[in-house]
């Protein structure tokens, strides 16, 4: 059974450019939630997708935007980077129903690296 | 007022004693809660859930639910050197998690 993946595992960029994130869902699951962890934070939730919409939003600025396909996997966006979107980027996929499945696993995270 | 507090420790403990990882949240309304386990420059574990005042136990972890409280905790029992790593608790939102910045458990031999 496939675990959530992610890539790229690691990713340095200059500011001012812009990124792309990728995420495949674990088996079986249709929704993906994306969060980003400061050193020393907890995960701070920027947006979830279901059924290839956003349908909740973080406070993140419009920077950061995202994408579903129809096999369920996702894109996350950020333009005009800054030094302080350097993180670790988080993908959760979770499956669309009662609550006792809607229990959201992470993938393995990208770091990003903004300098 | 965060959403959701723990102590940021760290909480060291021996091997083999209970650790024990203490949860607030603000939102009385509050349904699910969570307990991922995070080392060090990996991602989030989830190791339990609850949704019911009370106990739930699974293996050597036991999650406590006090809704009145608005209360969470983790115990860990007979805690080994690999259960040293950064333990989020999480409560969930609609459509999202809301974590806490984590508590930093460091069992020593």
Redesign the interface.
């Known amino acids: 059974d496939a675990g959530v993946t992610q890539s790229p595992t690691h990713l340095i960029k200059t500011r001012g450019q812009q990124v792309t994130l990728r995420c495949s869902p674990k088996s079986g699951h249709d929704t993906v939630s994306w969060y980003q962890q400061a050193l020393g934070q907890g995960p701070q939730f920027i947006f979830q997708y279901y059924e290839e919409e956003e349908r909740q939003r973080g406070n993140f600025p419009d920077r950061f935007s995202g994408h579903q396909f129809p096999n369920y996997s996702s894109e996350l966006n950020v333009n005009a980077l800054l030094l302080g979107d350097s993180a670790l980027y988080l993908c959760a996929s979770s499956l669309e129903g009662t609550s006792n499945t809607d229990t959201q696993y992470f993938g393995p995270g990208t770091r990003l690296t903004v300098l | 007022q965060k959403e ?1 507090e723990q102590n940021s420790g760290p909480l060291s403990v021996p091997e083999g004693a209970i650790a024990s990882l203490n949860c607030t949240y603000s939102d009385r309304g509050s ?2 809660f ?1 307990w ?1 386990r995070q080392y060090s420059g ?5 190791i339990m ?1 609850i ?1 019911s005042n009370g106990d739930k136990e699974d293996g050597r972890f036991t999650a406590q639910l006090n809704k009145a409280s608005q209360y969470v905790s983790l115990l860990i029992r007979d805690s080994q050197p690999s259960d040293s790593a950064t333990y ?1 608790c ?1 409560v ?11 508590t930093r458990l460091a069992v020593h031999p």
């Open positions: 959701v349904q699910s969570f991922y990996k991602s989030p574990e989830l859930f949704y989020l999480a969930r939102g609609y459509n999202k998690l809301i974590f806490g910045a984590g």
